[in-house]
């Protein structure tokens, strides 16, 4: 292949409205709909033509109708609106500012292998990829010095094509970069910055783009450069696209490139996110900086890693982390190990697997992260048990393995017809009290006529735009005009409509309705009371399961029954979300419990008004009050997927019949009070609480502020902190095994009185280390078949040295009412530790 280079002819922007090129390149505009609107109205055909790409639009546009626009007093008004707006957004005091004004000079970097921002740059898959997308967006908002790290895919995902037989087609769109809201990076001397990665046998280089979000950059790498061969230029071809070797060569890319990127930019971050384990090579390059170029041992380097790094997981399941054999790591960092200071199974040991014999991607990023979370509570406990395997003797409950639970970006997915309502309603300032539960609880008082009017024109909207889908697709496929022209009767919107859209993986459960048509089609066929159901969302490639699903449900909407009333739609993105989560009556979530870690769809249609029905998985028993949508199943773990299958069926049959039907179609008084109240339960409980903003502050004041704090110590002095750390932790480690408590003693046999104080003395054997470098803990709780549970911890004291080498310990503690089960234990005790089992190891009271 030659080589060539791009250059871009656009129009001249009149002076009038020459700002727009601002807010084009800026995904502020992906937020704010008049931002959208001031190109929309320009030539709205275009508009759409583009996919709502500013950038292109404005590349596209004729000049004489931009010179046209430019004298329209309605639209300067509307352009001086949104530039004044725009202008306000990026240079007003923020809730960072005004909270950490001291921290004004640190940098956050959140690497993430996607981003869905808009639909205009397709980077994402799916719900990963979003919700790093929405981050940034909060992270502007709130004014967090923030920096995010990808990797820039030239086909990006897949554009999904279902053909006549309900099977579906991959095809990867070819993406111009300079068509989209991205930028090359320069340098100070105004060359464009590249990075170069080392490989086997040869060095790959990366092209670095900048995307701004607001008040944040998007830092994104691109290897489809001339430096590079045909098969490197591949690397950032597809998202999770290729073999093995294109995985761990994307994941060398976007971790190890993504920091030497950040220091060719000049930015030296203080805390570093890793969103799941793809990220996780960043790790490694970071351990270079400090082995290699500052001459810091690798002991003390992990320390210093550890101490200003978060990882966060989102998978729930073993099966979904990267894996790599031994020899693929050998083969493509294996020249690290030297430039280290480690030997090959010093390396392997940061990310080895040993149930699965593979090096690990999640494993290494826990290891080398002072905090780890999961997406929600039950994800955390999903989480606990999942890894329990490297924390032997540690109760699952106490792994130290939290949870922040995902939001949304609400400015993004909320409807501008239901903004507008809640300016009225909320105040003007509504936006900026987003989180605010007494605002949503003391003021929300919209009317329910008025609430049931704007979704029903959603709902209108919405079916408008699923027929032209529908439309355009059997028109691609050449299909009769009899089937194209039937689709205009498709979707009635006086009919409860569901709707079902997300991937298509076989845990999620497409097909759950299905395993029992007959009761389908009476719920769909009802002369009274009709359902009607549309079905979106992409398999991967690989998943063949999951592509049969798609198959499954494309047949069924083609059964004459069911003709009109259950649609597939084809090529699911952010721009088709928007519809479905604005315009149905329902979300439905059927996930095989408790395989769902967070999932975001449902708050997103939550907050548009439209009522979840959901199995207990993920976020949704944190929301679920029994007023605010309705739960399936039950909170139960199965070991029989059948068996679930089969009763969570049951389920919602049941539930769809029983309650959610007649609650909808009970409209006495010309629309359905009791609906509507439960719309507005639900926009009033789930919108404040589940929003990225709620999410993103708590990151920054449970993580990312103390990793700022605690990452300057560890650095300071030469590493000095970091050192002593590790000092300490290697001595425990080494000489643990001595560690024993010999006996316990204490005041009471089996019963006490409400109000007494249960007295402990404990003697242990520490060899050679100090009692000041443990805790020792009464440990009480409920009693289980498996042991103590709800656990409690109460410090005891050190009381002076014993016989035969052995030191004593006092404790005591007042036990609240009921029967409980106490022992005694001795684990690490170190104020710099970050939480108890940081260093996990632990010795337990024998016998008693």
Request: proline share 5%.
């Amino acid at each position: 292949m030659y080589s060539f280079r791009t250059v871009s002819i656009k129009p001249r922007l009149p002076r009038r409205i020459e700002g727009l090129g601002d807010i084009a390149r800026n995904f502020w505009f992906s937020w704010n709909v008049p931002a959208q609107n001031l190109f929309k109205r320009i030539n709205e055909k275009l508009w759409e033509d583009v996919n709502h790409n500013p950038v292109k639009f404005l590349l596209l546009v004729n000049e004489e109708e931009l010179e046209e626009t430019a004298q329209d007093g309605e639209y300067l008004k509307l352009y001086r609106q949104v530039t004044g707006e725009f202008s306000r957004y990026l240079n007003r005091e923020s809730w960072f500012q005004k909270s950490y004004p001291d921290l004004g000079d640190s940098v956050i970097a959140y690497f993430s292998p996607e981003f869905g921002l808009h639909e205009s740059h397709p980077l994402y898959s799916g719900g990963l990829g979003l919700l790093a997308g929405d981050h940034l967006k909060s992270a502007s908002d709130l004014g967090l010095p923030f920096v995010g790290v990808g990797l820039l895919y030239k086909h990006g995902y897949f554009n999904q094509i279902v053909n006549r037989e309900g099977r579906q087609e991959a095809h990867y769109p070819y993406h111009n970069f300079y068509d989209q809201p991205i930028q090359p990076a320069f340098d100070g001397r105004g060359e464009e910055v590249i990075v170069k990665v080392e490989f086997p046998g040869r060095d790959v280089f990366a092209r670095v783009w900048k995307s701004r979000v607001g008040r944040v950059d998007l830092v994104l790498l691109d290897a489809n450069i001339s430096l590079n061969g045909i098969e490197d230029r591949g690397i950032t071809g597809q998202l999770y696209g290729g073999d093995r070797d294109v995985r761990i060569s994307q994941e060398m890319l976007l971790g190890i490139g993504g920091v030497r990127a950040l220091r060719k930019l000049g930015i030296n971050p203080s805390a570093w996110h890793i969103n799941e384990g793809h990220a996780a090579f960043m790790q490694i390059e970071r351990l270079r900086e400090l082995a290699a170029e500052k001459g810091v041992a690798p002991g003390t380097a992990m320390e210093v890693l550890r101490s200003s790094t978060i990882f966060t997981t989102h998978t729930p399941v073993a099966a979904g982390h990267d894996l790599f054999p031994a020899e693929m790591v050998d083969r493509y960092l294996g020249h690290l190990y030297g430039t280290l200071g480690m030997s090959r199974e010093e390396f392997l040991s940061l990310g080895w697997d040993r149930e699965r014999g593979m090096f690990n991607m999640t494993l290494l990023a826990m290891r080398l992260s002072g905090y780890c979370n999961g997406v929600s509570r039950l994800h955390g406990e999903v989480s606990r048990e999942l890894f329990s395997s490297i924390y032997p003797g540690i109760p699952v409950e106490e792994i130290p393995i939290t949870h922040v639970t995902n939001g949304i970006h609400t400015f993004t997915w909320l409807a501008q017809e239901i903004k507008d309502l809640y300016t009225i309603y909320l105040g003007s300032d509504w936006q900026e009290r987003v989180t605010d539960r007494h605002m949503w609880k003391d003021h929300f008082d919209l009317p329910d006529n008025l609430l049931w009017v704007v979704h029903q024109s959603l709902k209108e909207k919405m079916i408008g735009y699923a027929r032209n889908v529908l439309k355009r697709q059997r028109i691609r496929n050449q299909e009769p005009y009899e089937r194209i022209r039937e689709v205009e009767n498709y979707l009635r919107p006086g009919v409860l409509t569901i709707g079902f859209a997300r991937r298509f993986a076989a845990y999620k459960r497409a097909g759950l309705l299905f395993r029992d048509p007959e009761r389908l089609s009476r719920l769909v066929n009802h002369p009274e009371r009709p359902v009607q159901f549309i079905f979106a969302g992409k398999a991967h490639p690989a998943d063949t399961e999951g592509q049969e699903l798609i198959r499954l449900v494309y047949e069924v909407s083609n059964r004459e029954e069911f003709k009109g009333k259950i649609v597939f739609l084809e090529n699911y993105g952010i721009d088709m979300a928007r519809y479905l989560l604005q315009g149905v009556d329902v979300w439905l979530n059927t996930p095989r419990r408790p395989l769902e870690a967070s999932g975001t769809s449902g708050q997103k249609a939550a907050a548009n008004g439209v009522i979840n029905v959901s199995v207990l998985d993920g976020w949704w028993p944190e929301a679920y009050n029994g007023q605010n949508g309705f739960a399936v199943g039950e909170k139960r773990r199965y070991s029989d997927a059948e068996a679930q299958d089969r009763d969570d069926c049951y389920s919602l049959y049941a539930l769809l019949e029983e309650k959610v039907i007649p609650a909808y179609y009970r409209q006495e008084t010309g629309f359905p009070r009791e609906w509507v109240q439960m719309m507005k339960n639900s926009m009033q409980t789930i919108t404040p609480v589940f929003s990225t903003e709620r999410m993103v502050r708590e990151y920054t004041d449970r993580f990312y502020v103390p990793l700022i704090k605690r990452g300057r110590r560890f650095a300071a002095d030469n590493c000095a902190l970091a050192g002593q750390i590790t000092e300490y932790k290697q001595f425990l480690t080494e000489n643990w095994g001595r560690v024993e408590i010999v006996r316990v003693e204490t005041n009471v046999n089996r019963e006490m009185n409400v109000g007494d104080a249960l007295m402990l003395k404990a003697s242990v054997r520490l060899g050679p280390i100090s009692p000041d470098d443990v805790d020792l803990e009464i440990v009480y709780g409920s009693v289980s078949e498996k042991g103590l549970y709800n656990l409690s911890t109460a410090p005891m004291q050190y009381d002076g040295a014993g016989e035969e080498g052995l030191f004593n310990f006092t404790g005591q503690v007042i036990l609240p009412q009921g029967t409980f089960g106490y022992t005694v234990r001795v684990r690490p005790g170190n104020p710099e530790l970050l939480h108890r089992f940081e260093l996990p190891l632990v010795a337990w009271a024998d016998r008693f």
